[in-house]
Each structure stands twice: as C-alpha cells, then as structure tokens.
C-alpha cells in the first residue's frame, strides 16, 4: 500500500481543490455536512475506481485496512459504508459533472492550446466513470 498510497497521492495532487471547492458551494454540496465532505467521497470513489473496488463494502474494507494512511490519502478520520452510500445517494451528481468539464477544459488548454479542431490524444487517455458494466 505504501507505493499505491504515494501514487494515489500524486494523482489526486493534480486536482484543483479550489475549483471543486467552488463547485461544491454553487450546488450546496457540503450543507449540513460535518466531517465526510464532497472532496472526501470523490477521493474514496476514485480510489474505488484506480484500485477496481467491486462493491462498497469492497472499497471500504480496502480504505480502513490502513487507517494510518486515511488523512494522508485525504479520506478524513475514517469511512464507512453507510456514509458513503448515502453521500453517493443524496449529493448531487451534478457537481461531479461540472468538475470532469472543467478537467476536461484544462486538458484541452494544455493540449492543444492554439487550436479550435477536434479534442484528440496520440497517447491512451483514462477516464474515470462509476457506471458498472457487467
């Protein structure tokens, strides 16, 4: 977990806090929320996401197996499946979807920065999705 933790900390350094931040405010994604915010349940799921979690409780067990590492890797004190789910199940997905648009917008800039053609890579690119296929 030490090389993944260093990984996963190098990946989610590449996101903009302030942004999301922003985001999250404009949707009141944080009201009456306490301790487990927007950013914690985007960084558990993404987790999920770069570590192939099958299930909730799969996610979980794996996230709280180090539960020295959780502030570090930005998961907050701890979670558990129930916060989770309900995150999962009451916050907006909106805000998510604003928040890949705008990834999506600075990769452009990045990418092709004097351009107006099509959005294309030479390389593989990722993208992150929760929609499970079987």
């Known amino acids: 977990m030490n090389q993944g933790k260093y990984v996963f900390a190098q990946v989610s350094s ?7 931040d922003r985001i999250v405010s404009k949707h009141k994604g944080n009201y009456r929320i306490r301790h487990f915010t927007c950013w914690n349940q985007m960084l558990c799921m ?3 996401q770069l570590s192939n979690r099958e299930s909730l409780r ?4 794996t996230i709280n197996a180090h539960p020295g590492k959780l ?8 979670v558990s499946k129930t916060n ?3 995150a999962n199940e ?3 997905w909106l805000i998510y979807q604003e928040f890949a648009y705008h990834l999506i917008e600075e990769a452009r800039k990045i990418c092709m920065p004097d351009s107006d053609d099509d959005f294309s890579f030479t390389n593989s690119v990722y993208a992150f999705d929760s929609t499970i296929i079987d």
């Open 14 to 20: 590449f996101l903009p806090q302030r942004v999301f």
């Open 46 to 48: 993404m987790f999920g």
């Open 58 to 61: 799969d996610l979980v067990l």
């Open 71 to 78: 502030y570090h890797l930005g998961f907050g004190k701890g």
């Open 84 to 86: 989770l789910a309900k």
């Open 90 to 92: 009451q916050r907006s």
